[in-house]
Each structure stands twice: as structure tokens, then as C-alpha cells.
């Protein structure tokens, strides 16, 4: 495979993971799939991180984000046993 190919594909992948995200957040269903809201609440989240408040806000979302995939793992694993 071309390394163009091979880099299109990593792209295309990495852009399909965000966009789960989005879906996972519940802002597809919570804004009913309102694409200008969703971008527009991203652009606050960008100004945000941008600010003088951003390391803060980071270290807030990083540490809510890691505790709701360590929450959604264990409860897949709980899922398994069942």
C-alpha cells in the first residue's frame, strides 16, 4: 500500500474515533444532531483552553474524561461476567 493510502486511512480512522466521541457525549442526541450547536459548543471549548482558565478547565475534563472510560470499562467487564 502507498504511504499516501496508509496515512489516508490513519486519518480517515482518527476523525471516525472524534466523531464517536461526539456520539458517545450525548451531544448528537442531546443538541438533535444540530451540527451548528455542536460546533459552536466546540468553539466555546476551544476558547476555553485558550484562556487564562485552560490548564484548569483541561485538568478538569481530562480527569471527568478518564473516570467516565474507566466507569465504561468496568462496567463492560461487569457486563462479561453476568
Do not use: C, P
Not at 504511504?3 to 480512522?13: A, G
Not at 474515533?17 to 451548528?36: C, I, P
Request: net charge positive; hydrophobic share 45%.
Amino acid at each position: 500500500m502507498r504511504t499516501w493510502q496508509v496515512e489516508r486511512r490513519k486519518r480517515t480512522r482518527h476523525l471516525i474515533e472524534l466523531g464517536g466521541l461526539v456520539v458517545k457525549a450525548g451531544f448528537v442526541d442531546l443538541t438533535n444532531d444540530d451540527r451548528a450547536i455542536i460546533y459552536g459548543a466546540m468553539l466555546w471549548i476551544a476558547a476555553k483552553l485558550q484562556s487564562l482558565e485552560g490548564e484548569h478547565a483541561r485538568s478538569l475534563w481530562a480527569a471527568k474524561g478518564r473516570q467516565a472510560f474507566e466507569a465504561e470499562r468496568d462496567e463492560m467487564r461487569m457486563g462479561r461476567r453476568n
